[in-house]
């Protein structure tokens, strides 16, 4: 094997590829990255069995032929090099690194311990803007349980339907639903594990107006854009039947300024009960105005208030703040709707000009 390509190129490659290659005891090929040369050119690869990650690297292939080294080691190792042509050669089981002025060998594992990483049939596409899904799982993925015990909600559920998608997560306390218009005539209802998730949100990051294939079938979804896929199992089992819990009506509406709504919050919770962030939202229909209040034994008390547009009655309901703070920070609007029942259901948050996002939150009861 004998590859000559430039330092950016296969910086670029490595640092989207090495993220996953995790230190594994118990299998340490899956802490590499195969180096895999055909005449097309060099694609990385790094696995930890649930996610896949292949990279395209344009290169000069000299002498086909794979192999496979440390991730991390060589992601660092190649970022420090200068901006110039790196040649990698294989030699002797050992992989060989030279620049102008530096030559290294770095020891590692043959490719044929490496694991496969399974096809994905490419029935199955979906395009979708890079852009619109990136914003769009940002404003969905935070909603998601941190707990890996739960596996179903440790995920974000994608629901193809005619021309839309649906992102939906939940930790039980929260719930975020964001619709998308796209070209679809395929339905399938796929949970997809937050952290496949987290690393295509991260590498999005790298890519800008991208478009984003999405193959699936009931076992797998890839997405692919760029010279990059990313395949990963879905989750067997069933998603929550949330639409249940989003009431259909509220018998009070609100309309509220976000530059105003955000800093009384975080002044207010400056003295709320540590651990439980509790907060009182008081909404008054005669005053025009939202008292946001809390108090604690230990710090003090504080209150706020925030002039409004009202339609409906009185009402007050406690929310954990930091859930409200997480909604807000993902509306892209200058105005949010927040829409309540009593202090015993939950409330709905909604930017004013974004019918297509949900974001649920449970209230905290007294």
């Given at each position: 094997?004998?590859?000559?390509?430039?330092?950016?190129?296969?910086?670029?490659?490595?640092?989207?590829?090495?993220?996953?290659?995790?230190?594994?005891?118990?299998?340490?090929?899956?802490?590499?990255?195969?180096?895999?040369?055909?005449?097309?050119?060099?694609?990385?690869?790094?696995?930890?069995?649930?996610?896949?990650?292949?990279?395209?690297?344009?290169?000069?292939?000299?002498?086909?032929?794979?192999?496979?080294?440390?991730?991390?080691?060589l992601?660092?190792?190649?970022?420090?090099?200068?901006?110039?042509?790196?040649?990698?050669?294989?030699?002797?089981?050992?992989?060989?690194?030279?620049?102008?002025?530096?030559?290294?060998?770095?020891?590692?594992?043959?490719?044929?311990?490496?694991?496969l990483?399974?096809?994905?049939?490419?029935?199955?596409?979906?395009?979708?803007s890079?852009?619109?899904?990136?914003?769009?799982?940002?404003?969905?993925?935070?909603?998601?349980?941190?707990?890996?015990?739960?596996?179903?909600?440790?995920?974000?559920?994608?629901?193809f339907?005619?021309?839309?998608?649906?992102l939906?997560?939940t930790?039980?306390?929260?719930?975020?639903?964001?619709?998308?218009?796209?070209?679809?005539?395929?339905?399938?209802?796929?949970?997809?594990?937050?952290?496949?998730?987290?690393?295509l949100?991260?590498?999005?990051?790298?890519?800008?107006?991208?478009?984003?294939?999405?193959?699936?079938?009931?076992?797998?979804?890839?997405f692919?854009?760029?010279?990059?896929?990313?395949?990963?199992?879905?989750i067997?089992g069933?998603?929550?039947?949330?639409?249940?819990?989003?009431?259909?009506?509220?018998?009070?509406?609100?309309?509220?300024?976000?530059?105003?709504?955000?800093?009384?919050?975080?002044?207010v919770a400056l003295?709320?009960?540590?651990?439980?962030?509790?907060?009182?939202?008081?909404?008054?229909?005669?005053?025009?105005?939202?008292?946001?209040?809390?108090?604690?034994?230990?710090?003090?008390?504080s209150?706020?208030?925030?002039?409004?547009?009202?339609?409906?009655?009185?009402?007050?309901?406690?929310?954990?703040?930091?859930?409200?703070?997480?909604?807000?920070?993902?509306?892209?609007?200058?105005?949010?709707?927040?829409?309540?029942?009593?202090?015993?259901?939950?409330?709905?948050?909604?930017?004013?000009?974004?019918?297509?996002?949900?974001?649920?939150?449970?209230?905290?009861?007294?």
């Amino acid at each position: 094997m004998r590859i000559i390509c430039t330092q950016e190129n296969f910086n670029k490659g490595l640092g989207l590829v090495s993220h996953i290659a995790n230190k594994n005891s118990n299998l340490p090929i899956l802490n590499n990255v195969l180096l895999k040369a055909e005449k097309e050119g060099l694609t990385l690869i790094t696995t930890d069995l649930e996610i896949g990650i292949k990279v395209f690297v344009r290169s000069k292939i000299e002498t086909p032929g794979e192999f496979t080294v440390d991730a991390k080691l060589l992601n660092s190792f190649v970022s420090l090099l200068p901006r110039e042509n790196i040649e990698v050669n294989l030699e002797e089981g050992n992989l060989e690194v030279k620049t102008k002025n530096q030559e290294t060998t770095i020891n590692g594992m043959e490719a044929e311990d490496f694991p496969l990483i399974p096809d994905i049939d490419k029935e199955n596409e979906v395009n979708i803007s890079g852009t619109a899904l990136r914003k769009s799982l940002s404003q969905a993925i935070f909603a998601a349980s941190l707990d890996t015990s739960r596996v179903e909600i440790n995920a974000v559920n994608f629901v193809f339907k005619k021309d839309e998608l649906v992102l939906a997560a939940t930790d039980s306390y929260r719930l975020a639903e964001k619709k998308l218009k796209i070209e679809n005539d395929k339905e399938a209802n796929l949970i997809v594990p937050l952290k496949t998730l987290q690393e295509l949100l991260r590498i999005l990051g790298e890519y800008e107006n991208q478009q984003v294939k999405i193959y699936f079938n009931e076992n797998q979804i890839m997405f692919a854009f760029d010279g990059v896929e990313l395949v990963s199992r879905v989750i067997d089992g069933k998603y929550p039947d949330y639409k249940q819990i989003i009431p259909d009506d509220f018998s009070t509406i609100s309309k509220i300024k976000v530059s105003e709504f955000v800093p009384a919050i975080k002044s207010v919770a400056l003295f709320c009960k540590q651990g439980i962030n509790d907060i009182r939202f008081s909404l008054d229909s005669t005053k025009n105005e939202l008292v946001i209040a809390t108090a604690s034994s230990s710090m003090g008390t504080s209150t706020a208030k925030v002039p409004i547009e009202i339609k409906g009655e009185d009402n007050d309901i406690v929310f954990n703040y930091r859930y409200l703070l997480d909604g807000l920070s993902n509306m892209s609007s200058d105005e949010v709707e927040l829409k309540i029942n009593n202090n015993a259901s939950p409330g709905l948050i909604q930017p004013t000009n974004d019918k297509n996002y949900k974001y649920l939150v449970m209230p905290i009861r007294q």
